[in-house]
């Protein structure tokens, strides 16, 4: 039985905002522009997979 394909490693983001907007990037090939909250230390775009995580600094301050 052959090998299965290799996956993509999922896209890691470090941000200072607990907002982040995602529109998956690749112009016209991204997706619709959400607007993600970071609860905790991170989130994850439910379109494209890229995980947002909420900078060392930024992890207690109350954002926006």
């Not at 983001?13 to 230390?41: Q, T």
């Not at 600094?57 to 109350?62: C, L, P, V």
């Amino acid at each position: 039985m052959p090998d299965a394909p290799a996956l993509p490693a999922i896209e890691s983001i470090e941000v200072h905002d607990r907002v982040v907007a995602c529109d998956g990037g690749n112009g016209p090939l991204g997706h619709p522009r959400v607007f993600l909250k970071i609860e905790d230390r991170s989130v994850t775009c439910p379109y494209c997979s890229r995980h947002y995580v909420l900078a060392d600094a930024d992890a207690t301050g109350g954002g926006h």
